[in-house]
């Protein structure tokens, strides 16, 4: 079992900068794949960026140059970092993983975290 623990999110202004962590917790010795995902209101969920265990990263096309993605594997966390937010990027944040390391064996399990709500506005 893995618990995802996002924090970050809150209102600011066009043009503004959030950072959201995400923090797993669970019987692991390495988490896999970590992405952020968002939802907005009456749209479906959808991949924002996502860094593998090796710091590959993928971004969709509207965040590229904007967001950047990063991981702390000692700590088990993956970081967004959003610049020059755009009321458009107003959503729920989710974090993912899609499964952990544990005694050399991948084990794969998708999670999410709750969720935090970034609203851009001015």
């Known amino acids: 079992q893995v618990q995802l623990v996002e924090s970050g999110g809150g209102l600011v202004q066009p043009g503004g900068s959030l950072r959201l962590s995400c923090v797993a917790s669970?019987?692991?010795?390495?988490?896999?794949?970590m992405g952020w995902y968002r939802q907005a209101p009456g749209k479906q969920r959808g991949l924002v960026a996502s860094?593998?265990?090796?710091?590959?990263?993928t971004y969709v096309d509207s965040v590229q140059d904007r967001f950047t993605i990063s991981r702390d594997n000692a700590k088990n966390t993956v970081y967004l970092q959003m610049n020059n937010l755009e009321p458009e990027d107003t959503a729920d944040y989710y974090c993912?993983?899609?499964?952990?390391?544990?005694?050399?064996?991948?084990?794969?399990?998708?999670?999410w975290g709750q969720g935090t709500q970034v609203i851009v506005s001015s």
């Open positions: 993912n993983i899609k499964g952990t390391w544990s005694n050399l064996h991948y084990y794969p399990q998708e999670s």
């Open positions: 669970g019987t692991f010795s390495e988490v896999g794949a």
């Open positions: 860094i593998t265990r090796h710091g590959l990263t």
